[in-house]
């Protein structure tokens, strides 16, 4: 059973506008949120992060978004440029993300058209 | 800063054969994750390395085993491969203490193939 969904497999969004990627999870205990990008042939790179402390992070054009009593989080990407088109995975940890071990997302597929 | 660097990055096995991958992390991280990415069941926690010590194992069976060195580089081993365990291993490294937060910083992998 997946623990961490991203339920869209795709996205396509117009250059300059708002990307919105959506994640849900079931598991009550993570306490730690993540949002990795994975270009093709390359390993996947840490965008931005989340405590469940709070309920918003923000770091240049990212933003991640975190609603604990429904168990989502997403994030928003403002404004988006063709080299944001990758695979986007979000991920989540029990343990602060203190031993590795992160549960991921199957990624959702960001297309930014110029 | 070097990134982690992941040896070979391709490798083609056969069934039965075993195999050995090797991941080198960034430098001052002595945490090291290993993952296994397949199509249908996306990116799979294997294992975390600390100090030379095992501190967490994911749901793999044990012909999937790994081990770290003082220097904190790590290899991961899988012994009678099988086809299903063709994918790509990614490593990763991060700088943890207690209750770190430090994100996982990847490498780009090798890719098993089995045949």
């Known amino acids: 059973d997946q623990q961490v969904k991203q339920n869209s497999p795709s996205l396509s969004v117009q250059e300059g506008r708002i990307s919105i990627l959506n994640c849900d999870y079931t598991?009550?205990?993570?306490?730690?949120f993540l949002w990795y990008k994975k270009y093709p042939a390359e390993g996947p790179t840490f965008l931005i992060s989340i405590s469940s402390i709070k309920d918003k992070n923000e770091d240049g054009r990212f933003t991640v978004f975190l609603n604990k009593s429904a168990k989502h989080l997403s994030l928003h990407i403002v404004p988006s440029q063709p080299g944001d088109s990758a695979v986007y995975f979000c991920?989540?940890?029990?343990?602060?993300?203190?031993?590795?071990?992160?549960?991921f997302g199957k990624g959702t597929k960001l297309s930014v058209k110029p | 800063k070097a990134g982690v660097t992941q040896t070979p990055r391709y490798l083609i096995k056969t069934r039965g054969q075993q195999v050995t991958l090797s991941c080198s992390p960034i430098?001052?991280?002595?945490?090291v994750s290993w993952y296994q990415q397949t199509p249908g069941q996306g990116l799979q926690f294997l294992f975390e390395?600390?100090?030379?010590?095992?501190?967490n194992k994911g749901n793999f069976p044990g012909r999937f085993s790994g081990r770290q060195f003082s220097n904190s580089r790590s290899e991961m081993n899988v012994s009678t491969l099988e086809l299903g365990d063709s994918a790509l291993y990614l490593c990763?490294?991060?700088?943890?203490?207690?209750?770190?937060?430090?994100?996982?910083?990847f490498g780009n992998g090798t890719r098993l193939t089995v045949t």
């Open positions: 598991n009550s205990m993570f306490d730690y």
């Open positions: 990763a490294s991060s700088l943890t203490g207690p209750r770190g937060v430090s994100p996982l910083h």
């Open positions: 390395y600390f100090s030379e010590t095992q501190r």
């Open positions: 991920a989540a940890s029990e343990d602060g993300g203190s031993q590795g071990n992160l549960i």
């Open positions: 430098s001052g991280h002595r945490s």
